[in-house]
């Protein structure tokens, strides 16, 4: 039985913190685990020029020393393709494109791929990756991602040296689509579409602080995003989308999509790999696959983990966590 696993710092490639003063706090959580963490784009209003992007990294690793923000920026169908460029200078890593309505903040995402085709172009050539939440909103919940492939499969036809994710895949489609296409393309999965599935979020009483898109889908779909993260596969890497919101905007009538993981998502996330004697494949998953993904050098930092339990505190500044008050098995070594 192993009690303590040192890792090279995990990276999280896909993290919300909202907009200032309350990212403080947010990326505060997360450099207690992360050594670096890609920033969506989805703040209100959207990261959405080079300008609005370097102020937003400023303002982050102003409020933290620790942890290095990695850049994103929200393609809205009013994008040119010269502004890739600039975003490019400004250091972004990724693009977003949100589906319109398909989350949170996306009202104003987008309808038509086609339409975006010169920008996929550029990105293409600026070698910036496209990052997607690849989801259909016009057909059932369940069924959303599975909609999505074929677009994604036209989309790496007709742009093949386009690096793209997929981001928190969430399905059996969604790994076998990641598994047919090729070395550029890649998914990032979450700690909490791993541990759940449907019925833990209203199976039994429904838990709004588990109410995220794409949502948590079935236990099938659960084992093979399993498989997939334990696999050592190298397209398969560590993304949270830790995505807080207050407890009154998720305890509520119209109960906002989001899950607040940052803070617990690595040990949950050992105690899986664990589960299936994959220990080893750990820190490829969480501090290297991504990295080599990203043409990113891995992290000179380490952490140690250990068999230790404490308990998930029942709230973290007004936002209640995913697994408040619930045991874990695995802290961190101070
Ligand atoms: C995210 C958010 O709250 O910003 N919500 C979510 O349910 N995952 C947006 C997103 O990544 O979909
Ligand atoms: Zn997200």
Known sequence: MINEITIIKPDDFHLHIRDFPDAEKYINDSSIWFSRALVMPNTLPPIDTPEKMIAYKKQIEASNEKIEPLMSFKILSSLKSVDIINFKKAGALIGKLYPKGVTTNSSDGIENLRELYPIF??????????????????????????????????????????????????????????????????????????????????????????????????????????????????????????????????????????????????????????????????????????????????????????RKKWKVPSEYHGVVPMLANRELNWSLKK
């Open 121 to 306: 172009a550029a990105m293409e050539n600026q070698k910036i990756t496209l990052s997607i939440h690849g989801e259909d909103p016009s057909v059932s919940l369940f069924q959303r991602e599975k909609a999505f492939i074929p677009k994604l499969e036209q989309l790496t036809k007709d742009f093949p040296n386009l690096k793209i994710v997929l981001e928190h895949i969430s399905t059996i489609e969604g790994v076998a689509f990641i598994l047919s296409s090729s070395d550029n393309v890649a998914a990032t999965i979450t700690a909490h579409h791993l541990l759940f599935s449907v019925d833990d979020l209203m199976g039994g009483p429904f838990n709004p602080h588990l109410f995220c898109k794409p949502i948590i889908q079935t236990v099938e779909d659960r084992g093979v995003l399993r498989a997939a993260a334990v696999s050592g596969n190298p397209k398969f890497f560590f993304g949270s989308d830790s995505a807080p919101h207050i407890k009154s905007k998720k305890e509520c009538s119209t109960s906002a999509a989001g899950i607040y993981s940052a803070p617990l998502a690595i040990p949950v996330v050992v105690e899986i790999f664990d589960n299936y004697g994959k220990i080893n494949q750990l820190e490829n998953f969480l501090s290297g696959f991504g990295a080599d993904f990203y043409g990113l050098s891995r992290n000179s930092d380490k952490i140690t983990i250990k």
